[in-house]
């Protein structure tokens, strides 16, 4: 707390802040707040917009093995105890009119190639129109959402469509924030996980598509340089993503 104090009177006195920027940065704070509700939490994005979340992620999470997966920021539509699927079936649970179908495979392995048995892994998404199933119908649905355990080689598989570049919600204080400064609302397209093992690290981290927009103008600040992956035509008309994640153990 003395810390916290001691810089935020630093940057009242740098910036000589009036009354009327004190009350306007306590009333967008309170309208930050009355946006929060289980679907939506506006301080998340105000945080991941301000490129927080990140910087709090690489200070708690840094890998500290160059042969690790790289870990990025959890953002504010995971849900806990996604259904559990068998491998190589899909995430999808509805029809839907757009997308492209994908498989992603990979493995699970630590930072010297050995496999992991039955790690846990969790993946959601967006759906083709950018909206997480919790934005679509205020609930969850368990739509682009799953988890997976690895087999005893490691191995892993399931069937999704192409992630899509999306608008984070832009309605309410974080997006009038984004507009006062000149910045846009988007995010890469990419798919979550959130891979677990017994007596190795967890990582939450992205799979972002190489040939998305943002990816270097990403508004959340998520965007590594080593998950970014290609995502490979094949000839039945499917798309093919090879990702192996890579844990430290504890």
Not at 84 to 110: A, C, F, N, W
Not at 127 to 142: C, K
């Amino acid at each position: 707390m003395q810390s916290a104090v001691k810089h935020l009177h630093a940057f009242a006195t740098e910036v000589k802040l009036t009354e009327e920027e004190w009350f306007y940065a306590i009333d967008f704070l309170t309208r930050t707040g009355k946006m929060c509700d289980d679907v939506r939490q506006e301080f998340i994005l105000l945080s991941d917009t301000m490129g927080l979340s990140s910087l709090v992620d690489l200070i708690n999470h840094s890998k500290n093995d160059d042969r690790a997966t790289e870990p990025t920021i959890l953002g504010p539509f995971h849900v806990k105890n996604a259904k559990m699927l068998e491998k190589g079936q899909s995430i999808v649970s509805r029809e839907l009119s757009q997308g492209e179908p994908t498989i992603v495979r990979g493995k699970v392995i630590d930072v010297d190639g050995n496999p992991i048995g039955g790690a846990l892994i969790d993946v959601w998404q967006t759906d083709a129109n950018g909206l997480y199933d919790i934005q679509e119908s205020g609930d969850v649905s368990g739509n682009l959402r799953g988890r997976f355990l690895s087999d005893s080689d490691g191995t892993y598989e399931f069937r999704t469509i192409r992630p899509v570049p999306y608008p984070i919600p832009n309605d309410g204080p974080v997006g009038n924030m984004l507009r006062a400064v000149g910045r846009h609302e988007w995010r890469a397209a990419h798919i979550h996980a959130i891979v677990a093992a017994d007596k190795y690290r967890s990582v939450t981290t992205h799979i972002f598509d190489s040939s998305s927009k943002y990816l270097d103008s990403d508004t959340v600040f998520g965007v590594k340089g080593s998950l970014i992956k290609v995502f490979i035509p094949q000839s039945d008309g499917t798309l093919l993503l090879n990702h192996n994640f890579v844990l430290v153990k504890e």
